[in-house]
């Protein structure tokens, strides 16, 4: 079973940082990309940034130049760099990974979430 657990969430003021880890367990053939979404309460689920395997990186233009993501391919975990945070952004933040298996079906796995919020 593939599990997606994600760390790092907590309470920080506007303009502080907050560093996430999403770390991928279980049998996964392909991890092509890695990256994370958030979601706030009445608001669908918005995308925030992706990584390939590669290293290629891709961001919300709401998050460009203050999120940075990477990622540790021998632990299969992927991180988001938060600075800058404004309280607009306090949200439940998802970890997703999508690739194909052994036998080339496609995957789309989901961590639980974390809660980061942004108060003063």
């Known amino acids: 079973q593939v599990q997606l657990v994600e760390s790092g969430g907590g309470l920080v003021q506007p303009g502080g940082s907050l560093r996430l880890s999403c770390a991928a367990s279980?049998?996964?053939?392909?991890?092509?990309?890695m990256g994370w979404h958030r979601q706030v309460p009445g608001i669908q689920r918005e995308f925030v940034a992706a990584?390939?395997?590669?290293?290629?990186?891709n961001y919300a233009d709401s998050v460009k130049g203050r999120f940075t993501i990477s990622r540790d391919n021998a632990k299969n975990t992927v991180y988001l760099q938060m600075n800058s945070l404004k309280t607009e952004e306090t949200a439940v933040y998802y970890c997703?990974?999508?690739?194909?298996?052994?036998?080339?079906?496609?995957?789309?796995?989901w961590g639980q979430g974390t809660q980061v919020s942004v108060s003063s």
């Open positions: 990584i390939t395997s590669g290293g290629s990186t």
């Open positions: 279980g049998i996964i053939f392909s991890i092509g990309v």
């Open positions: 997703n990974i999508k690739g194909v298996t052994e036998r080339g079906h496609a995957y789309d796995y």
